[in-house]
């Protein structure tokens, strides 16, 4: 199966990473084309950054032919519910994938993501998924998504930082790490805190996986309705 | 004052059509500048419309000098976050502005829309607004927004007959009309069913002059934090 | 046009404060007309200050004849549903006034009133309206209605204390000021937090006049039919 | 002990009425004392009459003596926040308590009510309360309350009609009679329709019994904390 | 009245120290039949020990012959659901029937529990029951459940230190506690703490001897629905 | 990988259809293990039953050795709780997996169930996991779960009839079947009525994969606790 991995901003690097981590817990046989557009914001913090990469993005999903379900890696699940309208395929966002998971595996979870300035839009998600009674607080650490993979950077000791306070000011059961380029703290913190740490990029893969070997489709009844063919860019939707 | 009213779409017959409606609401003194994308859908219906159209509106956002406030007059409140990191000045929503109006002048109240695909980001809406339970129900006429205008259409019609069955059947106590299109139907409908009909357009333009007057600012803190200069067009910010 | 504005309780000083306020944001040729009940309590703390101003109230809006809107100048919105079965013109709350502003200028506020026993009467009407999701936190600063005025009180800094604490603990991005005495700090208090601080009795007003110039009405189904002209006073009620 | 039975409106009749219901269901050595105020509204039905007779049912309040908890006998839960500030003695709504017991009774439940005026109040309780999600609807007889008691009034054929309504589409387990004027026909409902048909007056009289025999008190703290004593009438309050 | 008291523990001390407070608050004339599993789990504390007593619970109805009522004597309110269906008796849960006691005697209130695995289930209940918005906190005391009794223990101590933050940080206006086993600490507590201090054993039995003597019934329609007559044990009810 | 996919009602030849389905959609390499307690009810349907299995259910689990992950396959996850105590691998009920995966796939799904009295229980857990608000409505097709392979039953016909009325009624944009027994029909009632058709054995059992592939484990902190060592039956707890 080929599952496309949308990375919504323009940062090469942290497309490569996001491919790598998807590419190590995919299913033998899963092709994994992990891509970003060309131009657009090169890291998503808050409300404007995530409006501006949704056409890039929705334009990646409209050209490329022939995959069997798509990510979008970025932890705000941006542009989500428009990229459903144009496939029938699962779309699945890294977002709500962790936020799914942890619901499953604890009582209450709580996410520790980039900057302040993420936080409402994060909780925006959260009520509209019906899982904010699930969360018990989105936290910031105060990193800013490109310092995550900076050598010497002290983003590692700060998220760690949040997750012991999530432990005992928030009680919660599980951690959900809010950014995509957290993934690869998601297994130390989990050993050092002792609670799972759930990494969405890695749950977002395997649960596509899971929708395709099932053969589950993405609704095409009310607000996942295909646009009107004279909507712009609709003529260009590749044969999925 | 000067209200900056952008229709996200790109039918320019419509924008002419909001502008007039606003202007006769307007204060004396009040300019309103009514404008459109260039690109973008021709209508907003669903999500992928939605999304599609949002650079657009908000590089006007971005390129116009000068104004106090703006209106975003599509009633899926396309934009809305987005548009709010770009200024400090009021920016409402023709939407939220009618669900606010309406929480204010009944218990409970009914929204008619057009196409049922415009359902769900409606009720996505009024869930974030905190304003969902407020709502009893939001009903789509399926009317197509292009059709509003169309003399001949059966549109009128089938919007009072779910003005009649929100009064019956949801127990309505007002109607809050689910379209920018549609503010030429408040007034007589009002009068037909006897109960307040309200009009996005005319109420957001009316909100938006009183939070000039008071001189009320869109929050800085938080979710609204201006993006940083670094990102897409942000350069190109007008000094407002 | 012209607005009544009742000041629920008996405090004479207070009702001039208010309509000072008022007359300082309203449209020219908006008259406003501030009144309160001869008798009842001198302050409202409380559940019982508030039902015991309730008919005094009501009846100076059944005797009072010509007016185009009213407003509540109650933070608690006193008698707010029983005002809107006399009269199909606006009736408007301080309380929901600023609330309903304060949506949409940030995702999240929270709100500073007197005292602790206040707090319960305003979280449940924030709960009634919808609104309670998008309000961090009700704080009371502990200071009593009438130490308000009174010069040499610590009134503004432990408020501005609380605002402080609004913005670290809370994470609010805009403070509603949680009694219509406090009207005179709020310019003060945004310049010196650096976020938008609402004041209940001018967004009252502004929005009462936005409602006016809109035509528009409190409903006259359900909840706000009309009572019976056998009810105590009704026959009363004056023409408007 | 000595339960004091406040009818709010002033219908003598009606005080007979539930006075002799409260009666037959209070144990050995339970006094029912059962006033109501001179003036007021002879009926409520709605916010206006609700907010009307308040000041007269707290005064009955402050001027007895030696009540051991009071029952509140409107099913709106008429100034029930106001009363519970006069007395650290047990105060019961009739409507809160029959909504507690169907809540213990069944999954989900349905009120039969009088007039469509009524209902926002009702759910507006329900909501603050916390019980909205245990009530499946609050359905209006279109019996007003004075013909409750009316020989030869469609009056017990409506009410019925309504309970068989709400098994069927409501899927209610139980039912929760609307007004304090319905208690006669609970058990008669209860045996046709085979399902709990709970009143609010014998519902309230033993829950109020159940607090005293605990000697359960009434908060002071926060929003239940005595008026000052300078608010009106609070001189005059009896020693209980 | 007969009412068969079930501690679905095994621990007989605990089941005589709960029959002896269900005694003492128990109306002349009522007979309490205080009962425990021989088998099962010594004390209640998550969610594993609630799911093994259950059958051993059920058990104990089906056996039992000639009671007007249950009460199931474990604040987790275990097997709540499954013991109604198999009588139409009332069936309370000590946790449940303080929770709506708490709630007509203060506008918020926090519970006080034993160990923090408890929370969860505590929490999970009060959404269920709609409470959840009326509870400022699930606090937990650290204290196990069978320490509560040992002479020398920290118990009231560490409780009566989780009463006073809750006043202090969560606002709570009365206190539940959240064990069987605490009963004899509620007294002293509310004394010294000065606000209602609410246990659910003697709640629960003022709560059923209330609703015998209205004769109100356990629905049989829906959720409770009795079992088939093939359902395991089902034989074997015993006549009520 | 190694799955324990436990059928906690008694009956023999549903679990085989349900180790069928299970092996159907797992990966090569993964084992199923279908069981299904000796003793229980041979159907569940309702609480009642529901309660009565769990012991069963959790001695399964105990005495079972080398697992990676637990399937839980009856869809009103009994016993999901209880069972995520006894160890630290992923136990996923068929219900949450089912709503969980249709949350992905649709704005809003409605679900159709066997018998009205399993109702509850199901509206029950949407609350708790937080998905009720995705959820439009539980239906019951009045199908009982042990008819529902019984050929030349109305089953298929009746299931389908409440999917074609969530679709015009609830305005459902996916369906999920409430009953193990139904996943044979989901592929067909697909096809027929244009929508997703979501089957809560295999969701659950690619869900559980997704989860053991990650090294996703249930929490050990707050409620899932494991119990104490003197718990009955604790001490068979098998190494896994």
């Given at each position: 199966?080929r599952?496309?991995?949308?990375?919504?901003?323009?940062?090469?690097?942290m497309t490569?990473?996001?491919?790598a981590?998807?590419r190590?817990?995919?299913?033998?046989?899963t092709?994994?084309?992990?891509?970003?557009?060309?131009?657009?914001?090169?890291?998503?913090?808050?409300?404007?950054?995530e409006?501006?990469?949704?056409?890039?993005?929705l334009?990646i999903i409209?050209?490329?032919a022939?995959?069997d379900?798509?990510v979008?890696?970025?932890?705000d699940?941006?542009?989500l519910?428009?990229?459903?309208?144009?496939?029938?395929r699962?779309v699945?966002g890294?977002?709500?994938?962790?936020y799914?998971?942890?619901?499953?595996?604890?009582?209450?979870?709580?996410?520790?993501?980039t900057?302040a300035?993420s936080?409402?839009?994060?909780e925006?998600?959260l009520?509209r998924?019906?899982?904010?009674?699930?969360?018990?607080?989105?936290?910031a650490?105060?990193?800013?998504?490109?310092?995550l993979?900076r050598?010497?950077s002290?983003?590692?000791a700060?998220?760690?930082n949040?997750v012991?306070?999530?432990?005992?000011e928030?009680?919660?059961?599980a951690?959900?790490?809010?950014?995509?380029g957290?993934?690869?703290f998601?297994?130390?913190?989990?050993?050092e805190?002792?609670?799972?740490?759930?990494?969405?990029?890695?749950?977002?893969i395997a649960m596509?996986?899971a929708?395709?070997?099932l053969?589950?489709?993405t609704?095409?009844?009310?607000g996942y309705t295909?646009?009107d063919?004279?909507?712009?860019?609709?003529?260009?939707?590749?044969?999925t």
């Amino acid at each position: 199966m080929r599952i496309l991995v949308v990375n919504p901003n323009s940062t090469r690097h942290m497309t490569e990473t996001i491919g790598a981590a998807a590419r190590r817990v995919a299913s033998p046989g899963t092709e994994i084309i992990a891509v970003n557009p060309a131009d657009g914001p090169p890291a998503i913090q808050g409300f404007y950054d995530e409006a501006m990469c949704v056409p890039g993005l929705l334009d990646i999903i409209r050209r490329t032919a022939g995959f069997d379900g798509v990510v979008i890696a970025c932890f705000d699940d941006t542009g989500l519910d428009a990229a459903r309208c144009l496939t029938d395929r699962p779309v699945i966002g890294i977002g709500e994938a962790a936020y799914h998971m942890a619901s499953m595996l604890s009582n209450k979870f709580s996410v520790v993501t980039t900057l302040a300035r993420s936080v409402p839009a994060l909780e925006h998600n959260l009520i509209r998924y019906g899982l904010a009674a699930r969360c018990a607080r989105v936290r910031a650490s105060d990193v800013p998504v490109l310092e995550l993979e900076r050598p010497g950077s002290q983003a590692r000791a700060r998220i760690g930082n949040e997750v012991a306070r999530a432990i005992t000011e928030d009680k919660a059961e599980a951690i959900v790490l809010g950014c995509a380029g957290m993934a690869d703290f998601a297994a130390s913190l989990s050993a050092e805190h002792g609670l799972p740490v759930i990494d969405g990029v890695v749950s977002a893969i395997a649960m596509c996986e899971a929708m395709i070997r099932l053969d589950l489709r993405t609704s095409r009844l009310g607000g996942y309705t295909p646009p009107d063919a004279a909507a712009p860019g609709v003529a260009r939707i590749a044969t999925t």
